[in-house]
């Protein structure tokens, strides 16, 4: 096999390798969709608020859009590196041996590429090229290391946030110092470092790799919609106190209906999916969500004006977001118990046919309800709790009302299951498309029209009724929801 | 016994079909198993078995024809019925969030009977540790565990999809001598498929062969055993012999000089020892599996 590859011309060699960064992209494929659309809607819905002067505007403009186009590439490089990472574990490789060198050498050029290409990008507003290049590296360097040692998610957030403190306050002078007396000095070490860390991940593949091949094995499996106890060991930070609080919850849930005889057939049922499915894990990775962002709204507290003002925006828009978790997070969750659900059905007493459809469309339109709910609250409370300025109310009151208009999104959880596919990326992509056009919406309800926004989540039941009664009747005819999609 | 005569037939599959695409899995399907029944199914890769299973118990969808399961329509099993099915499909890494403990209790609320006793007897002889999340058990174990959450409500029709796929030969034994001592002798109808002919021979009594979408053989293991014998000599004498004899040939291969191979089922006679210019030989299991699922 190795003769045979060396005997390939160069060109003939990357296209295995391109192909594996492709299935790596479709595993990873919800994650980088989040990640971009993080990456553009947040500023997009913040400066929904900000009273920018015209003047303003086109240099705005081009600061966000060559960030958009950092966020892209740090997501491409993002792909790019977990691709190499499974490429070397045995277990997950895909490639030869010689392709994976190939790799290797293309992720070192992938780096210095899109460094290239970001620092180019930056001239248009006026960035120095050098700086924005070597942060490029950096922040490259940093990912990869992130997805081999993914305690560092937490920790870079916190670093970035410490250094717009500190060049806020100054601090950073003496940095700016050695920029100015030993540019040359700084560029090599920065190039190196990167390099160095680089190396460390990218050009070995030595049993070393194992905690983070289960840890990347574990991410994947989440977002394929399985839990899985085999490597929780590994999963640490918060990506494990999440985990194990989903599955707390549940176990807590399981043991108090078992404990009960007399217990529907029903909430007995919806244990069976698992958690990911059941409305303990998506409130308590709701809650996960909620407690994170107002983690993040407190670092923000501790920013100057107006870094702080943007940020903590940003991050109230954000609650409207976490409101998408039941209906991303229940269909690849069906979609992963679908094995189970086949053995569920032959339980005494399981509902089948149009029953079994008529009691997922008010289990899910249940919890896509509970975590609207949860959203509203938790919003209303930290707007309470801030003491917030007027603009920071006006951003709160959009998250609101964005956040009302998510209960519509149900319509996705009530459809015909038994044709459900595989999780894709496509509709995650769809689905925060939506949720931007909500914000509009929404900005235009409450800046525009001035109207309240529980007037717009009244509007929003108001048509979501019919809707309900117009699948309601279309249930009877769909095949059963369970196995989803069907085995195979 | 005239009990056993009057009741339906545990399971009655009638013109059954299924089709993956263009390609047949099922075709035209008939198959009946009467209560007490044990049959193990045989059949090559990818020749339907598990198709078969999962149709059986209305897990599959796009199929024709009509299964009857203790003399009612698959689609209108009442709970009592249901009660009644056991099934250990051949994927046994199933509900890996759960611990044992906690999967066999959540079954157990489900179901009328549970034999509690017999549960914990099977999770101490395969020392299947009860607080373990499933996820972190061996594949061994999970099929155990598999078996023991599909033996749990004592059933009267076991359907296993490959039940000792995972299992060392200790644990295959163990299946089996659990299987015999105390499901079989309860009068349980038991259908399981498996690769592992001599682990078959063991258990079985009854063996389906599934080839081109259809039980093409079922028969008694010993009578067919017994009544089939490997026949190797010129081709057309072959042919001559199984006519006039009125043998029923499972299978023929050519071998070379216009001889052949043939496998061929003696009706109510004893099947002969020798044949003038035929070379007679008594068949294995393997024989049979070879000659008949080619």
Not at chain 1, 285 to 296: D, E, I, R, W
Not at chain 1, 358 to 374: K, N
Request: charged share 15%; aromatic share 8%.
């Amino acid at each position: 096999m190795s003769a045979a590859f060396n005997g390939l011309p160069q060109w003939r060699q990357l296209q295995p390798v391109l192909r594996s960064a492709w299935r790596a992209l479709r595993i990873l494929r919800k994650w980088t969709t989040l990640l971009l659309i993080l990456a553009i809607g947040v500023p997009l819905l913040t400066m929904t608020i900000d009273d920018l002067p015209p003047q303003r505007v086109l240099r705005v403009l081009a600061h966000l859009m060559t960030a958009v186009a950092l966020a892209v590439a740090l997501c491409v490089w993002t792909v790019f590196a977990f691709n190499l990472l499974r490429q070397n574990d045995a277990r997950s490789a895909a490639l030869v041996p010689g392709h994976v060198r190939t790799l290797r050498l293309a992720m070192v050029g992938a780096a210095f590429g899109l460094a290239i290409v970001c620092a180019a990008l930056g001239l248009w507003p006026a960035w120095p090229f050098v700086p924005t290049l070597l942060a490029v590296m950096a922040l490259c360097a940093a990912t990869v290391c992130a997805m081999r040692w993914t305690w560092l998610w937490l920790a870079f957030p916190v670093a970035i946030v410490l250094a717009l403190s500190a060049a806020r306050a100054g601090a950073l002078a003496p940095l700016r110092w050695v920029w100015h007396e030993m540019p040359l000095g700084l560029t090599a070490a920065v190039l190196s470092s990167a390099v160095l860390a680089l190396r460390a991940v990218v050009f070995t593949g030595h049993a070393g790799h194992a905690t983070s091949q289960g840890q990347l094995a574990l991410i994947a499996a989440s977002y394929q919609g399985r839990v899985s106890h085999a490597r929780q060991n590994f999963f640490v930070g918060f990506d494990r106190g999440w985990a194990s609080m989903t599955l707390r919850l549940y176990g807590a849930w399981l043991r108090r209906t078992l404990a009960r005889p007399g217990r529907s057939v029903g909430a007995r049922l919806a244990l069976g999916a698992g958690p990911q499915a059941h409305w303990s894990g998506v409130l308590s990775n709701v809650t996960f969500g909620v407690a994170l962002t107002l983690l993040l709204l407190a670092v923000c507290e501790l920013l100057p004006e107006p870094t702080g003002f943007g940020l903590r925006s940003g991050m109230v828009a954000t609650f409207a977001m976490v409101s998408l978790q039941a209906s991303l997070q229940i269909p690849p969750a069906l979609w992963g118990s679908r094995r189970e659900q086949a053995l569920l059905l032959l339980l005494p007493g399981a509902p089948r046919g149009a029953a079994l459809n008529r009691w997922l469309f008010v289990r899910l339109a249940a919890t896509q309800l509970a975590s609207t709910l949860c959203q509203l609250i938790a919003v209303a409370l930290v707007v309470r709790a801030l003491d917030a300025d007027a603009a920071l109310v006006r951003v709160a009151t959009i998250s609101l009302a964005a956040t009302s208009l998510t209960p519509l999104l149900v319509l996705w959880l009530w459809r015909d299951w038994s044709r459900a596919g595989a999780p894709s990326g496509i509709p995650f992509g769809a689905m925060f498309g939506a949720m931007l056009v909500a914000g509009g919406l929404a900005a235009a309800w409450v800046l525009w029209l001035e109207r309240p926004w529980y007037e717009l989540l009244a509007l929003t039941l108001l048509v979501l009724a019919p809707l309900a009664w117009w699948r309601w009747q279309r249930l009877s005819r769909w095949p059963a929801a369970w196995p989803v999609g069907r085995l195979g | 016994m005239n009990q056993a005569i009057t009741a339906p037939p545990t399971v009655a599959v009638d013109h059954l079909r299924l089709a993956y695409g263009n390609k047949p899995v099922l075709d035209n399907l008939r198959w009946q198993l009467q209560p007490g029944q044990v049959v193990g199914l045989l059949g090559r890769n990818g020749a339907g078995k598990t198709s078969l299973l999962e149709s059986l118990l209305g897990l599959r969808d796009g199929t024709t024809g009509t299964v009857r399961l203790f003399g009612q329509p698959l689609d209108r099993l009442d709970d009592a019925t249901r009660a009644r099915i056991g099934y250990a499909p051949q994927h046994s890494d199933l509900f890996e969030w759960m611990t044992p403990a906690q999967l066999l209790a959540y079954f157990k609320s489900f179901y009328p009977r549970w034999n509690d006793a017999k549960v914990d007897a099977l999770l101490d002889r395969w020392a299947i540790d009860r607080e373990m999340p499933i996820g972190k058990l061996s594949g061994g174990e999970q099929q155990r565990l598999s078996i023991i959450r599909a033996l749990g409500h004592e059933p009267d029709l076991l359907v296993l999809d490959e039940p000792v796929a995972s299992l060392d030969p200790a644990g295959r034994r163990d299946f089996l001598q659990e299987l015999v001592e105390q499901v079989i002798v309860r009068g349980t109808t038991v259908i399981f498929s498996t690769h592992i002919l001599s682990d078959l021979e063991r258990v079985a009594f009854h063996v389906g062969f599934l080839s081109g979408g259809r039980i093409i053989v079922q028969a008694p293991l010993d009578e067919l055993m017994e009544g089939t014998r490997s026949l190797v000599g010129p081709q057309q004498a072959l042919q001559q012999a199984a006519r006039t004899r009125g043998w029923q040939v499972l299978g023929e291969s050519p071998l070379a000089d216009g001889r052949a191979r043939m496998l061929a089922r003696a009706g109510s006679d004893a099947p002969p020892s020798s044949l003038a210019g035929i070379e007679v030989s008594s068949v294995t299991l393997e024989d049979l599996f070879m000659g008949l699922t080619r």
